[in-house]
């Protein structure tokens, strides 16, 4: 998984609970992007970060938030969690003066 | 903007058969073309790349694609497959600027029958 991981591995949320979503790289790229993966819609992009400060919207952004306080890390908060968030959650690591992305191993997220 | 289509959602082949799985996409500039494999209850791993050069990439494990400009199309092949190729398979594009955000289409389920 090209030395990303993520926690947790699966959760259960109930809705209008909050929950973060971690990812973590342990080779100092500045790219990190967050999709999520539906049966039939392959990945979209919530958001990304292209170095440490800074993130930007991607196109499914809505009732979430990313926070990239250092290099290493990316998470993303879901606030109000609702079932529509259902879903399998990758983060994903673009190294400098590469075009492909490398993912993780996925979140899957189930809120009842 | 740009967008991806695979046409087929599912794709049955008997083992030793040869196969392809179809990719489209449009876009108004340049784009790279990546082609990823999902194995059940696991992450995307990358299958192979265009990103310039010589239009026909392989992977190591016997697929190759072609990127075709004028049919803007990047289709997934390989001449016999085995069971172990039981996977989605998922196409994408990203171009340059400094997001290369990917754009992935719906992916298709190919399976792999004794």
């Known amino acids: 998984n090209a030395g990303v991981t993520q926690t947790p591995k699966f959760q259960v949320l109930k809705t209008g609970q909050s929950m973060t979503l971690q990812c973590a790289q342990d080779?100092?790229?500045?790219?990190m992007y967050w999709y999520r993966q539906d049966p039939g819609m392959g990945l979209r992009l919530i958001y990304y970060s292209a170095s440490e400060g800074t993130t930007d919207k991607g196109e499914v952004p809505n009732g979430y938030n990313v926070s990239r306080l250092n290099k290493r890390e990316f998470s993303l908060r879901l606030e109000s969690a609702a079932p529509s968030q259902t879903s399998v959650y990758f983060c994903a690591i673009r190294p400098v003066g590469q075009e492909t992305q490398y993912f993780g191993p996925g979140t899957r997220l189930l809120v009842l | 903007a740009q967008s991806v289509t695979q046409l087929d959602s599912q794709v049955p082949v008997f083992e030793e058969a040869p196969v392809e799985l179809r990719c489209n996409y449009s876009s108004s500039v340049s784009v790279y073309l990546f082609w990823y494999v999902q194995y059940p209850n696991q992450g995307l791993q990358l299958l192979l790349k265009?990103?310039?050069?010589?239009?026909l990439v392989e992977s190591i494990n016997g697929f190759e694609a072609e990127f075709n400009k004028s049919q803007t199309s990047f289709h997934l092949r390989k001449p016999s497959v085995h069971i172990s190729d039981t996977a989605e398979y998922f196409c994408?594009?990203?171009?340059?600027?400094?997001?290369?955000?990917?754009?992935f289409g719906s992916g298709t389920q190919l399976t792999v029958l004794p």
């Open positions: 994408a594009v990203s171009r340059s600027g400094s997001a290369r955000q990917l754009t």
């Open positions: 080779m100092n790229h500045n790219s």
């Open positions: 265009y990103l310039s050069g010589s239009t």
